[in-house]
């Protein structure tokens, strides 16, 4: 028996499961920071106390389990007391600090939803015309105050927390800010519930423990660790992608009606000895139903998608099978763009980029319960321009693409004399960079960030600019360093900061700059995508240009990367 009432977008999700024996579901999880304060109420007692001493006092020894513990929730029309069944480490995870008006801020991930006057919205859809509702009453029953968007940046890694209350109003205020999640787990647990399925979910090991807690939490189900714990008479069975191939007579000898596969982009890799070995699994023991959960179903290219959804196809009768016509290697050619690239005698082919991208998506639609986003950040208008060096060293140049397109290819390791030959690739474009900004501050520009790759460039593009008030930025730089030069930038003390990619790529705000230049390119495109957000985020109220100085084919090729990737993952998900 289901003990939590479902969301209606989990209800959809479980309907969609039900119609669709085997499908995907593309839904994630909120969490916020363990620094976050809540207040509670135990025996008529108040205090404040942060989400990661609350853990420790759930799943210790020292809180009387007796005593029920009360938080804050809003229960549509007022804040008000409502019980807390439980406390969740959901791991390590990026998370971003969202700032208001009224000076509250709370740290949370992106996906996890606050209250505003649209409705329930993801942290990552917010505008700056969003109003949030905030509990600033702390004691009683209280109406809403509601406060505008500030910002949403200064991203940290960090361990992530999340709580479960009691129905029907599953949110909380936590640093006044009344926010909920979503979550993907109870729509598996809902319909093994429901069909009253023999279950087996299979997932990444560090997460084996969640699983138990979110089966007693939300069902009366019994769930037991596969190879672990005593199994006989157990409802649901958890195992870790290594043990399936271990106890593989085993586990086809129990008959599974209905399997999980968490996290379900860990299969995206045909080859692989894990892939291979679920593949055979689904396969060969024909469950009634599986279910592949994740959140991420792109991680980088578009034939990531083959694998999970093949693993979708096996139920069905051969006319209904969505691949019927493709093996991973047609998929790929039919949905990507081959790319045939020569590394000294070898030859590789690398997948790049989407076509025929609706049929894709018509494909993707027919066994894909996704959750859309509502809303989209209102952000200024942004211009890219490429500006040529009319002397360029070609032979190092070419030097440096292949060494690039080898290490895209085959994730190479990168040697010490490749990165000094990129290096010296950077220090020949000083000369003009530094040029280049002169004339920008003679038009009128006042502040300009400059981004090179290496400490070197930076130094020599800072004694260049003789007249020009400009500072550095690099990791060598303390972080008290590195925060008063970023603030002082800000505040307008200085007009050109030069910054190294690595040590001001995320976490901060540098909106007095509308005017990006990028000397030299990162090896990363996620490294520059980061970089430029310091600029183009919410606070940023002028249109911004983007300068790439580029000197050759390895500089346009990075570029070109970054672009493609970014278009080809919006392409295949738009609509879907």
Partial sequence: MLKTTLYPFQRDGVDFAKAHPYSLNLCEMGCLSGDSILRINRAGVCRKINLKTLYKKFHGCSWNKEIPTKIRSWNGERFCLNTLKDVLLQGKKETWLLSLSGNGNVRL?????????????????????????????????????????????????????????????????????????????IQAIALADETRAKTLIICPAFLKQNWINEIKLHSTLQPARFGEDDCEGKDVIILNYERVKKFYSLLLKEKFDFVVADEVHFLKSPDAIRTKTIHDFILESKPKRFMGLTGTIYKNRICEI????????????????????????????????PQVIKFGNKRFTKFVG????????????????????????????????????DVVDEAMGKELLDTY?????????????????????????????????????????????????????TIEISKGLEGVSNRIVSGQMSPPQREKTYQDFQDGK?????????????????????????????????????????????KQKKPCFVHYILAGQFDEYILNTINGKIATIDTAMKGV
């Fill in 405 to 457: 397109k080898a290490f895209n290819l085959r994730q190479s390791i990168l040697t010490d004399g490749i990165t000094r030959t990129k290096v010296k690739s950077a220090l020949q474009k000083c000369e003009f960079t530094t040029k280049y900004i002169q004339e920008m501050i003679t038009q009128g520009i006042e502040n300009i960030l400059v981004f090179s790759d290496h400490i070197m460039p």
């Fill in 306 to 337: 083959y694998s999970p959804l093949k693993l979708c196809d096996y139920v069905y009768p051969e006319d209904k099978k969505i691949l019927k016509d493709f093996d991973y290697w047609k998929f790929c050619n039919t949905f990507s763009n």
């Fill in 354 to 389: 989407i076509r025929n991208a609706e049929n894709l998506r018509q494909m993707v639609r027919q066994r894909v319960f996704r959750r859309t986003a509502e809303g989209n950040i209102e952000l200024p208008p942004i211009t890219h321009k490429k500006v040529w060096l």
């Fill in 109 to 185: 991930t992106k996906d996890h939803e606050v209250l505003t006057k649209r409705g329930w919205i993801r942290a990552e859809n917010l505008t700056a015309q969003d109003e949030i509702a905030c509990d600033n009453l702390h004691f009683g029953h209280g109406q809403a105050t509601w406060e505008s968007v500030i910002s949403l940046d200064t991203p940290e890694i960090e361990s992530t927390y999340d709580l479960v209350c009691e129905d029907p109003h599953r949110n909380f205020v936590a640093d006044s800010i009344c926010v909920h999640n979503c979550g993907k787990s």
């Fill in 494 to 538: 200085f007009q050109v900061l030069i910054a190294t990619i690595g040590s001001s790529s995320v976490g901060i705000n540098l909106t007095k700059a509308n005017h990006v230049i990028y000397n030299d390119l990162s090896w990363i495109p996620g490294d520059l995508m980061q970089s430029l957000k310091r600029v183009h985020r919410i």
